[in-house]
């Protein structure tokens, strides 16, 4: 029984680590910073299309489909576009053709969400703090 237990803690204490991202006192270094861009081309229909854009808790930024797809290469149209910023030391930051230019605000966490119109071209999404660290791109082809 003392086995069961044992084994039960320990595992219990592996979730907890992986559910707290491995500690890290928040402090920005070199070591900590990750970036996350698309990895995986998925093209998606854009008539009423929905894209998931993350930020923090950590150094990650992303931009993915739905169904939690890095996005690569979108087709051209209308998408909702349901941003999870996770800390108040970062923002989510999308500019791109077309006037495309929304953003959440540093100090603010949350969920946000807005409408864009994706054209054919780059589009750019960055934590404006961390810029040169925290950044990705997609393309949108017809």
């Given at each position: ?8 803690a ?9 559910a707290g ?7 920005e ?7 996350t861009?698309?990895t ?8 009423g ?5 993350s930020?923090?808790p950590?150094f ?15 087709a ?8 999870s910023?996770?800390?108040?030391a ?14 959440t605000?540093?100090?603010g966490s ?7 119109e994706?054209?054919p071209g780059?589009?750019?999404f960055?934590?404006d703090p ?7 791109s997609?393309e949108?082809?017809?």
């Open positions: 029984m003392t086995s069961t237990r044992l084994a039960l320990t595992l219990l204490a592996a979730g907890a680590l992986v991202g491995c500690g890290g006192g928040g402090e270094s070199a070591t900590e910073t990750e970036t861009t698309g995986a081309t998925e093209t998606v229909n854009g008539a299309g929905a894209l998931l854009g930020v923090g950590g990650e930024i992303s931009v993915t489909t739905a169904t939690r797809q890095a996005v690569d290469t979108l051209p149209g209308s998408y909702a576009l349901d941003v910023d996770k800390s108040s970062h923002n989510f930051h999308l500019t791109g053709p077309g006037g495309v230019d929304v953003s605000s540093v100090g949350g969920e946000e969400s807005f409408q864009v994706l054209e780059t589009y750019s960055v934590c961390h810029a040169s660290t925290m950044n990705g997609f949108v082809s017809p």
